[in-house]
């Protein structure tokens, strides 16, 4: 168990509808990170935010937005979702200048 | 922009032998980190070794070790004994210190045949 924990584990949607992921990181650490592992794309980063503020962002889409809420929990917003959105995302955590830790991940399927 | 090279796509070892994944990266940094996570069919990803860049020695975890050429930019993992457990996708990743977003090479599949 990573301490990392995430929900849904499994969501399925149709295209066009919005969704929303949520990431609890292990106690302690401030930072939270977003991937997503597709097929084709493998595993891309996302965003980070530390402490509630966002530190740097990748590969997101102007669709997708996230945030880090005072207790240190992050939420990823899809919307106008469409099928290559299908995917497997991680939410990682860590401290200053220690390794992340990830998620179990919430696949996410459209249909 | 950083990249992470894996070229092998599949790695097949028979259990109890000894099994070497090759990674290559190319940075312009003097002070990073590289990775090797490891992802069993359960799709968890699970952090198998670390290796900081200004360190000389290899990292070492177990049954598990690396070969770490910084001027060549080579970041191979040694698995020894393999078990049947060890069967998983190997992903290498490298950050730059301080940034810590993880930039992923495109994986090896390593099965184990008993």
């Excluded at chain 1, 919307?79 to 200048?97: K, P, Q, R, T």
Aim: net charge negative; aromatic share 12%; with cysteine.
């Amino acid at each position: 168990d990573s301490g990392v924990t995430q929900t849904p584990k499994h969501l399925i949607t149709a295209t066009g509808q919005r969704v929303t992921l949520r990431c609890s990181p292990r106690s302690g650490d401030l930072s939270v990170y977003w991937y997503q592992q597709s097929l084709d794309q493998g595993l891309q980063f996302l965003i980070h935010y530390y402490n509630g503020e966002e530190r740097a962002k990748g590969n997101i889409l102007e669709r997708f937005s996230a945030q880090q809420f005072p207790d240190l929990h992050s939420e990823l917003n899809l919307s106008s979702l469409e099928l290559g959105d299908s995917a497997l995302y991680f939410c990682a955590s860590s401290s200053e200048n220690q390794p992340q830790h990830f998620g179990d991940g919430t696949r996410l399927s459209i249909l | 922009a950083q990249t992470v090279t894996q070229s092998q796509p599949e790695m097949s070892v028979q259990e109890a032998e000894t099994v070497t994944l090759s990674c290559t990266y190319d940075t312009s940094e003097s002070d990073y980190y590289l990775f090797w996570y490891k992802q069993p069919p359960s799709r968890q990803m699970i952090l198998v070794i670390r290796q900081e860049a200004y360190k000389q020695q290899n990292a070492t975890e177990n049954r598990f070790s690396v070969n770490f050429q910084k001027a060549a930019k080579s970041f191979s993992l040694k698995i020894s004994d393999s078990q049947l457990g060890d069967a998983a996708m190997y992903f290498c990743a490298y950050s730059i210190q301080g940034a810590q977003k993880l930039v992923f090479g495109q994986g090896t599949r390593l099965t184990i045949n008993p």
